[in-house]
């Protein structure tokens, strides 16, 4: 039997514009989520600690659920 998902679900993150010229601690956020190409997909849990990450760098991404 397949594993359920997560309370939370998943979301699927996509770097849709380039971090240059975005402040420092802006590309800090990128790199904690793992994102260090245009167009690189990442899939987290969607969890509080996530979301804020999202907040703080979202002009920058694409954000699906899951």
């Known amino acids: 039997?397949?594993?359920a998902a997560p309370?939370?679900?998943?979301l699927v993150i996509?770097?849709?514009r380039s971090a240059i010229g975005t402040p420092y601690r802006h590309r800090l956020v990128?790199?904690?989520?793992?994102l260090r190409k245009l167009r690189q997909t990442v899939t987290h849990r969607d969890s509080q600690q996530v979301?804020?990450?999202i907040h703080k760098v979202g002009y920058l991404l694409k954000v699906?659920?899951?």
């Not at 309370?7 to 998943?10: E, L, N």
């Not at 990128?30 to 793992?34: A, D």
Request: hydrophobic share 35%; no cysteine.
């Open 14 to 16: 996509t770097l849709t």
């Open 30 to 34: 990128l790199r904690g989520l793992g």
């Open 51 to 53: 979301r804020g990450l």
């Open 64 to 66: 699906e659920t899951r």
């Open 7 to 10: 309370p939370g679900g998943m």
């Open 1 to 3: 039997m397949a594993k």
